[in-house]
DNA sequence: GTCTATAGCGTGATAGAC
DNA sequence: GTCTATCACGCTATAGAC
């Protein structure tokens, strides 16, 4: 322990990820630099490249994580039997989960533009079949009568808008805490769609 | 006409601000050179600096110009007598504005990090000064007794929450016009928070 | 696997000619 | 008001020693 040289592997890859992760969401893909992200981890640049072929690569390997990350956790989800039901398990899932994530939240909606544009319709495909799962749940809530909403697909895009947005102001030592959060989001949903 | 030197002032300030906003919110602030923004206008870069002591203060106009035009133009809109009614005014003049905008929108919530500390807080505070102009017809109808919402400040995060990310899925030539957007938009609006 | 050194290029901003 | 030229520096990525 304490090398300041020599071999790290085990320990290095997690870590470029992490400072990745941090200074991204922090600065933006952009403005951080190879240089920035080896000397957080404490490593020179070039070693950089023994774990990612390039800058690309390493935001990619972030958002890509991530997006499979989120759909695991939803598909690890019970399923209630009613659509109701079934509506008060993905809200109550998806702000737990993106509060649980603020970072890779954060890069997944401020870096999709810096994606070269075949890694950019992997994550845009991703993200489809989340937001699929919930319009699913409306659609099965319309056909038997519980829910009463105007359009599904412009139903899901407000959902999924309002949702994500507590990420923007959501203060862990605020005034709510995340259940009492979603608690008044549920409410609110509730009302949004129901007959 | 067709000069490629010499002066052009009334023409050149305006052309960088239209060249900034369409590159910044293409490729994102720190992603973009002013030598870029020199060439899409047609000068070169050393020339931008007649107009702009730098590229900060640059991002900083534009966004200060959207926020300034967004609460004069809320302010010029008439005011409804009832909480519902100015609601519905709301819900829609915010849709409408922010599609017509669509490049300004998209910086001024993805730019906000690049912002100087001071620069930062001045916008900041003219957004929380237009959310609180909702929060504050959300109040007036809970007094009146006209809606029911749980909590007056979680309802404007959500409604502009909702209401904004309009901007990240509507296009042109789609399924539904402006006005049929707002339409659905209300309604949904309306259910969520009445009583 | 990490280091040092470097190639090749782009950056924001400024100086001074016209 | 725009141009050309330039300063001083930072960038990604690679090569080769250890």
Redesign the interface.
């Known amino acids: 322990m304490a090398r300041t040289q020599g071999s790290h592997s085990a320990q290095t890859g997690p870590r470029i990820r992490e400072a990745a992760l941090r200074l991204f969401a922090?600065?933006?893909y952009?403005?951080v630099s190879m240089r920035q992200i080896a000397r957080d981890v404490g490593v020179q640049a070039g070693a950089l490249y023994n774990y990612t072929p390039d800058k690309q690569a390493l935001l990619f390997d972030l958002l890509k994580g991530h997006m499979d990350e989120l759909l695991a956790a939803w598909k690890a989800e019970p399923t209630p039997a009613t659509p109701t039901l079934r509506l008060e398990a993905f809200v109550r899932f998806h702000i737990r989960f993106h509060l649980a994530r603020p970072q890779a939240i954060f890069i997944s909606y401020?870096e999709l533009?810096?994606l070269d544009p075949d890694n950019f319709a992997i994550i845009e495909g991703l993200r489809k079949r989340y937001e699929s799962t919930l319009t699913g749940i409306l659609r099965d809530g319309l056909t038997e009568g519980s829910f009463a909403?105007?359009?599904p697909a412009?139903?899901t895009?407000?959902?999924?808008?309002?949702l994500?947005?507590?990420n923007?102001?959501y203060r862990d030592k605020g005034r709510?805490s995340v259940d009492e959060?979603s608690d008044?989001?549920w409410?609110?949903t509730c009302?949004?769609?129901?007959r």
Chains 1, 2 share one sequence.
Do not use: E, Q
Not at 157 to 162: F, G, N, R, T
């Open positions: 922090k600065h933006g952009a403005a401020m533009r810096n909403v105007p359009d412009l139903a895009y407000a959902l999924i808008a309002m994500t947005g507590v923007t102001w709510l959060v008044i989001y409410d609110m009302r949004m769609v129901a």
